[in-house]
């Protein structure tokens, strides 16, 4: 990848995210036949279907259910930090041609509280948690199913981008426990994500809580800047909560108009959809 050569990284320390929503299950089941395994999705309505198909039509391929290599609810020693699926995680023939490996799903969109229980049925990570209350149900959730899911606390980067811009409704506590606590983007629209400073509080809940693994952080660029110093910040609150949880590893950043930035600042999984699938029209 000539964004890790210009960043003087290995390309096999990044790991590709196709960002799949609004694409048919079919777009799905051809990348994994490509070698591709992860796949992001942000409305559980369009999500959990596509997921049971494309589950379906590898199972149809021969392809073991994914409760067979991926969903696994602990380890023998008791240790969740390695459980989340890496790079060297799962079948040997991964990538190989003509081979169909089982996908690994992440949620990356706004998730409400009466959604969670749904989202924990298909996902394996859930990307943008940014609130307490909403810990407390993915806990309840996944414990509930026997499951362990692997999250990434979302981190707001737009007050920093928009200093003079004060938080919504809902975000003055430290800990914002509302349904929805937005945060006003230098656009003006409210957008989610914790911030910089609560992110440590917010990590230590999750560590605590049953039936997750804290991975890392996730963040979007602020719209109508350069990317590049909102990246930094990510790498800087990435490396605080590495020194408290080493093994929360994963930086989830970058997307296909601002890979290069996000690799250049120590991303380790990016989201592409527009430069696998095209442009999405109308859909935001």
């Known amino acids: ?109 706004q998730l409400q509280r009466n959604k969670a229980r749904a989202v924990t049925g298909w996902a394996h990570y859930v990307q943008s948690v940014d609130r307490a209350r909403l810990v407390e149900t993915l806990s309840r959730a996944a414990t509930e199913r026997g499951y362990i899911t692997a999250v990434c606390i979302q981190v707001n980067l737009d007050q920093e981008a928009s200093p003079g811009v004060r938080p919504g409704p809902g975000v003055q506590k430290s800990l914002p426990g509302g349904e929805n606590a937005p945060v006003a983007g230098a656009g003006g629209a409210a957008r989610g994500g914790a911030l910089p400073r609560d992110v440590p509080a917010l990590a230590e809940l999750v560590a605590r809580a049953e ?5 890392g952080v996730m963040a979007v660029a602020p719209r109508g800047v350069p990317p590049r110093p909102a990246f930094a910040r990510l790498r800087e609150v990435s490396e605080r909560l590495r020194s408290d949880f080493p093994a929360a590893t994963m930086v989830s950043a ?17 989201r592409i959809g527009t430069a696998l699938f095209g442009e999405r029209h109308g859909v935001p």
């Open 254 to 270: 970058g997307m296909s108009s601002d890979l290069e930035d996000a690799v250049a600042e120590g991303a380790t999984h990016l």
């Open 1 to 109: 990848m000539t964004a890790a050569r210009t960043a003087e990284r290995d390309p096999d320390a990044l790991t590709l995210i196709a960002v799949s929503k609004t694409w048919p299950f079919e777009d799905v089941v051809a990348l994994c036949s490509l070698g591709v395994r992860h796949f992001a999705e942000n409305r559980e309505q369009e999500a959990g279907p596509k997921a049971a198909a494309v589950h379906a039509a590898l199972a149809g391929a021969g392809v073991p259910a994914p409760g067979d290599q991926i969903r696994r609810p602990g380890l023998p020693d008791g240790t969740p930090g390695a459980w989340f699926p890496s790079r060297a995680d799962g079948p040997a023939t991964l990538g190989s041609p003509g081979v169909l490996d089982v996908p690994v799903w992440h949620y990356v969109g």
């Open 211 to 215: 039936g997750l693994v804290l991975a």
